[in-house]
């Protein structure tokens, strides 16, 4: 949006109109202004102040499958945090103003796996930002069960992260990192910055990061990584 059409929404603000951005197919997405969500029973209406870009929503934009179909129209944005601006009949989680973050994922808790502890592979999970509107707006609805308050000197911005470093550390833990332990990360995009930072604070002695690209291998040391070194022979870039 140029300029003018910042400064016009801006002297709108309060007409109960929500900019959005949302996703019309393959390579296709439309900034476009929709009524704010309306509040049902348990759910809570955030104003959105980060969102983050997964390669969730790359892969999506893109004209691939994320971890559902994502339906025409949907506003994607999965990573984000804000501030609880209403709530609705039901809700004791949290109260308006508060700061909080958000888990994308709802399972139903009732088919065979969620009962058997599997939850991830839920068959009825609803994905914020990929099955139903996510972030990529001002505002945005969620169930008060996804909804986890944060910290007043906790950034929006480190808040809307919650979701990935989550993943990360459930990696970790199945890593079975152990004080002393030496790791290897393959890729040095965000997850992979993450989890070398978070191997170091497990304990790892030593963290390497196998990355090909200059920029990204650049930042492994800034994360946790060792000395960079470029294996002779191979194509693979330097390696922190």
Do not use: W
Request: glycine share 16%.
């Amino acid at each position: 949006m140029d300029d003018g059409g910042r400064t016009a929404r801006a002297r709108r603000k309060g007409d109960g109109s929500d900019e959005v951005c949302g996703f019309s197919g393959a390579k296709q997405l439309t900034i476009e202004d929709r009524p704010v969500p309306a509040v049902g029973e348990g759910q809570v209406l955030i104003q959105v102040k980060a969102c983050g870009v997964c390669g969730t929503d790359v892969h999506i934009y893109e004209g691939g499958q994320g971890a559902a179909d994502c339906p025409p129209g949907t506003v994607l944005g999965h990573e984000f945090s804000g501030i609880v601006a209403q709530t609705g009949p039901g809700v004791g989680r949290v109260r308006v103003g508060d700061r909080v973050c958000v888990d994308p994922n709802k399972t139903c808790g009732e088919c065979e796996y969620c009962q058997s502890g599997l939850d991830h592979f839920c068959q009825s999970m609803m994905g914020i930002g990929t099955t139903v509107d996510g972030g990529f707006a001002e505002y945005c609805v969620v169930p008060q069960s996804q909804v986890y308050p944060i910290g007043a000197d906790t950034a929006f911005e480190e808040a809307a992260m919650a979701e990935p470093v989550a993943c990360c550390l459930h990696g970790l833990d199945l890593c079975q990192i152990q004080p002393g332990s030496h790791v290897a990360v393959i890729g040095g995009g965000m997850i992979g910055q993450i989890m070398l930072q978070l191997a170091r604070l497990a304990g790892a002695s030593f963290t390497a990061l196998l990355e090909p690209v200059a920029e990204k291998a650049g930042r492994g040391p800034a994360a946790g990584s060792g000395p960079r070194r470029r294996p002779a022979g191979r194509r693979c870039g330097p390696v922190p």
